[in-house]
């Protein structure tokens, strides 16, 4: 009975028990990580509140992954949806939070509505609410239907996942929650709607037509470039990670964009390529962005601030938080050898063996994406330098720096465990692609065992002229052995023990906190080469005390949020202006309402009696 | 066997580069009708840099102190991927021209916070603009690594060793590898190696505080990822195959280093020709790669 | 017989729809109910039923003596009660009923088909219901919307008694016990809304509006 109530609620496939394995590895240190966090900073009553809320998470997420049933999903999505929302103003005091979340729930029930339209119309077509019986019915379903059925999809998952244009509530709702929520908000759950996205659009509908891979690439390389470019802009550190989480969401996309395109394009075996790095790339990042969020969190629970113009030197005292944010860093930068590499190197891969497969026009425009991509990983690259730096190196920028202590030992042991993560994903790459090739291959219904994934070497079947290579272990000993070289170089038959002094002043005596670069400045030139985009904007205050005696000076510089002003804004307005028309009809008058009801009376019997 | 021969190559790289850049300088003096060092005065300089202590920045870390040696390993572990003397290269079944690109930003990545280790102006102002003008090179590089590809199929780098087809699209590739390297080695009209004018650093920039052996591992890394992107550009215009045993062996290491000649010949040559351009014009000198890289892609396609 | 009564509801609903004051629209309402009542008790004697008789007696006591009384008290004791508020006045307000006739007849013989007394009488009760509607929106006072519901359910009570032989006794008798608590406590709630606001003006509600 219960087998059979499982099989027709639950839904368990390679593809599922691959997610269920993502929010199990983010779950469980962000729940250790709590454990520290929460002590000290909400009554108790709050923190246990908090705890079940946890639980719940956790269980409507894998609910949704797991969900074989149309109701079971909308019912674990929005479940998901709601307890998301009240971690977002968990922190009820702050009036930033709960705008936050007005902004996180309207636009997430806004993403609900479209999906909710498009369940309604695999309804009428499957009459079933099951996902076999809704493949099948798929296999017939008229083209336009689809399309339809597609774009509903693209709009309602997308705005879960954070895709440009629809992402304008990740930099909002994500810095606000406790932050082993936004690590597991912003780790696991977008990444529902990307398993969404591949349930229901590659396994159910079936990809037919290329203009969709086509326009999810667009779509994701556009989010990997905005989410970048804002995420080098800002100052907070939390905000800096979700607009890092848009852009990391745009590069899945691009291995799940080229896996649709190559679907369309009866190349399954590329598909599955492309699949396996959307894949990888989802679960790297679910690991390093936990990683990173729990990282700013120890940091803000340590200084009490976000803002990184306030903080530095905290590596001095934070050693262990530091070393974890700085494997954080080096993963999401895509650096050897650690995991962010191999997935970033393997999507480029894909869009580079695509390019040479297909025919000119996808060719060029693969190859410009694949540039494109190269450099949202500099971008990206460039902005934990910049993170990283400025938080944990150089001279404490204020007093919130000066006053911070190293983490508890619940927080830190979260930390190190994504972290040996981190490198192991890295390392044992190989072992990694065969499962998930495996995976890919049963979402794809594609046979794979022409194709040889292992640790030194992945061949493709013939429609590829030759093998493509690398070995993350043999690359790390590498690093590792001419490291040591170096190490041994700088130590043999040296007689000088290095002498501690000051750092070069060019003969100032006063040099200190204020001197140091600060991150505004580190990201200026990148605020001056992308203004056509940014629109930055000065505003300057002088007061004075005479005409020539200047007392002081403010120097304000921002950056014009341009969805915000360009697209939202104006929308908001013009919903408002048809709210305030609509009003009209309600003028308080209770004759008048009598009258709306007497007048649908009569109508109503008019019609009756034509019929 | 291969071990020896790995041990070789490192050693071929690291005897041989700073002697690229010494006869770099030397050229330019000559066309600058100057007498100016000696081609062998890297080497003193590394030697003079060996002898001497080192002063370590109060305000820095571990990250200061690692950074040398992440750097050198970068560069020596890009080296080992070219092929050299063994075709393919030692690691070449571990990393390809992709997995180079990304070994140089780990060496760019530690440099650069080892520079804002040290709460000085000068760091973060060089660590700044490299970040900044690493990006860009990026997609320009990324693109003409694709044209590459399309001409040979692989992004291995001994994939284009012994081809000797040489084509407009291979031409064009070469040519924007060519101004990558200008870009990544700071040479002008990027970054000027010669000076430490705060207005025109930014390697320098960001070395500012290493002193002593750290230096000159650092200064080492410098010569040895010169002479791999030399290698690099060699290899795609000028293919040369593996010693067969039938050939004058004269004649083939003449050719060898004949090649890496003309490519040092052509720096030294840009770099008294031109001025050194300003940050913000860097960004469409990068651009201006990007779009050789895209119409590199489009011969490539076109197969000419 | 049966056509008189219908004849002089009709006559007594123009007289409710063209009441200019309070008093006249409720001496129509009266007028109005005591046709029901010898409507219902024409009934009763032809049925030889004795829960038509005691529906017939509460009618009378109801809605002929009791309710005409209690209004009539609320009038005397608010002061400026006597204005009835027209929205349309009483002409327009005629021709309006006259519409609302030929459309209940069109209803009627469109729901029957054919033309006979049941047509009738489904006409006169719709047009009653349609004229107590049609009081309820078109005058401002309280007072008048309270009078429009009776003549609301005075219309349906006829509708039900004559086409389908009366509702079940028990229905009638709570219907009436509805109607009896709901103008007590409605009267009293005009006196109290009178005391507060100082007028019974249900238009003035929109002052309320956001």
Known sequence: ML??????????????????LVIGIVSLPCAVYSLGYLRGEYSRPKIIFSRILLAV???????????GNLLVFLVAWESMSLVSYFFVIFDTTHERSIRAGTIYIVMTHIGTAFLVAGFMLFYKYAHAFDFI?????????????????FILFLIGFGTKAGIVPLHIWLPYAHPQAPSHISSLMSGVMIKTAVYALVRFVIFILGVDSPWWGILILLLAVSSCLVGVIYALMERDIKRLLAYSSVENMGIILLGIGLAMLFIAARMPYLAVFSLIAGLYHLINHAIFKGLLFLGAGSVYKATGTRDIEK?????????????????????????????GFVSEWLTLQAFFIGALNSAGGTKLFLGICAGLLALTSGLAAACFVKAFGIVFLGLPRSNYAQGAGEAPLSMRAGMFFLSLLAVIFGLASGYIINLLAATAAAVLDVDISGMR??????????????????????????????????????RLFCKFKPVIYNTWDCGYYKIGARNQYSGTAFSKPFRIAFSFFLLPYRKTQKIRESFYHVKSFAYETHTTFVFKKYVYLPLIALVLKGAKSMRRIQPGSIHLYLGYIFSALLLLLIFMNKF | MKIFLIILQLLFFTAVAPFLSGLITKLKNNFRMRQGPGILQPYFNLAKLFRKGEVVSATSSWIFKAAPYVVISSA??????????????????????????FIFALGRFFLALAALDTASSFGGMGASREMFISSLVEPALCLTVFSIFLQFGSTSLSAFSGIHAVSIAALIAALALFLVTIAETSRIPVDNQETHLELTMVH??????????????????????????????AQLIFPITAFSPGASVFLWCAWYFVRIFIIVLAVALVEVSVAKMRLFRVADFLGFIFVLGVIGSICAMLGV | MQSIILFLILISTYLMVIAKRTPALIRAFRYQSF??????????????????????????????????????????????????????????????????????????????????????????????????IFLMIFRMTALAQIIGLLVMENGIFLLASMVSGGMPFFVEIAIFFDVFVSVLIMGFFVYRINKFFTHIDVNKLSRLRG
């Open chain 1, 133 to 149: 019986s809704i493949r099948n019915a798929c296999f017939i379903m008229p083209s336009p239907v689809k399309n339809t059925i």
């Open chain 1, 453 to 490: 994934f292992a640790l030194n070497n992945l061949v493709l079947t013939p429609q590829t002229a030759r093998s493509i290579y690398l070995n993350v272990p043999l690359l790390a000993l590498a690093l590792a052995g001419t490291a040591a070289l170096g190490w041994i170089a700088h």
């Open chain 1, 3 to 20: 087998e059979l109530l499982s099989k027709q609620f639950f839904f368990f496939d390679p593809l599922s028990l691959f997610f269920l």
């Open chain 3, 35 to 132: 046709c029901l009542f010898w409507a219902t008790l024409v009934i009763a004697i032809a049925e030889k039923q004795m829960e038509l008789f005691v529906v017939a007696g509460l009618l009378f006591i109801l809605k002929v003596v009791f309710i005409p009384q209690l209004l009539y008290r609320t009038i005397k004791r608010l002061n400026a009660a006597e204005d009835l508020g027209l929205f349309v006045n009483p002409q327009l307000s005629l021709l309006w009923a006259l519409g609302f006739t030929y459309l209940s007849w069109l209803f009627a013989s469109g729901l029957t088909g054919s033309a006979d007394a049941k047509t009738m009488i489904l006409a006169v009760a719709f047009f009653a219901v349609l004229a107590g």
């Open chain 1, 57 to 67: 998470f956790i269980l409507s997420m894998a609910a949704v992954v797991t969900a």
């Open chain 2, 204 to 233: 320098e920039a960001m070395v500012l505080e290493y002193s002593g052996r750290p230096l000159a591992l650092i200064e080492m890394a410098l010569h040895v990822k010169q002479m791999v992107w030399f290698f690099l550009i």
């Open chain 2, 76 to 101: 020596l572990t890009a080296a080992l991927c070219i092929p050299v003397f063994i075709f393919p290269a030692p690691l070449n079944h571990a990393g390809d021209f992709l997995a180079v690109i």
């Open chain 1, 311 to 339: 903080l530095g030197g905290l590596i001095k005292k934070m050693p262990q938080t530091a070393f974890c944010f700085l494997i954080g860093s080096l993963a999401i930068s895509a650096l050897p050898p650690l995991n």
